[in-house]
């Protein structure tokens, strides 16, 4: 509400009311659809980051890109994976967003020979090779992925604009039958 006759102090309240309320939205339909078991798939999984990047770039000037390709409705997925990979991606899409001085991010994924590959890469300003493993984020991220047994690879490629964000993690696509 952009009324001119509100006090500033009333408007910054506002503001951060309403900003707490849209997080507090958004948290809870990551939660009921992490938990929801007609999710626990490839597909759902896929059609999920899109719409969860979507969101987190509306607020920026980042124009979004994606590339999704062989996400399979039959392949199983548990809700802890699902949650480990989407707070993987989030933090990376929160770096671009936050850091990267970027255009563009190209969300990619692909699902072949039990491999499930995501990558986030962007345009903007990259790091230094030098600094590792950077801040807590980074971190962060390969650990959620090494917590579901997969990995995690940060690619710097300065000079050169940009960063990749690559997420590896196999899933076995067989069926079990009880």
Not at 145 to 154: E, N, P
């Amino acid at each position: 509400q952009d009324n001119a006759t509100f006090p500033e102090k009333a408007r910054l309240d506002f503001d951060r009311i309403s900003r707490m309320s849209r997080e507090l939205v958004s948290a809870l339909y990551e939660t009921v659809w992490a938990v929801n078991p007609e999710n626990d798939n490839l597909e759902a999984q896929g059609n999920y980051l899109c719409q969860m990047v979507n969101q987190l770039c509306e607020g920026s000037s980042i124009r979004c890109r994606f590339h999704v390709l062989d996400l399979p409705h039959e392949v199983q997925v548990s809700s802890q994976t699902r949650h480990n990979i989407n707070m993987a991606v989030k933090e990376a899409v929160h770096n671009v967003i936050k850091h990267a001085k970027a255009s563009e991010v190209t969300i990619r994924m692909s699902f072949s020979n039990d491999l499930l590959n995501i990558s986030i890469e962007d345009d903007g300003v990259g790091f230094p090779p030098e600094v590792k493993n950077g801040g807590n984020g980074l971190t962060n991220m390969k650990q959620r992925l090494a917590k579901i047994g997969g990995r995690c690879l940060i690619e710097s490629r300065q000079p050169q604009p940009g960063t990749i964000v690559r997420l590896h993690l196999t899933i076995q696509s067989s069926h079990q039958t009880n």
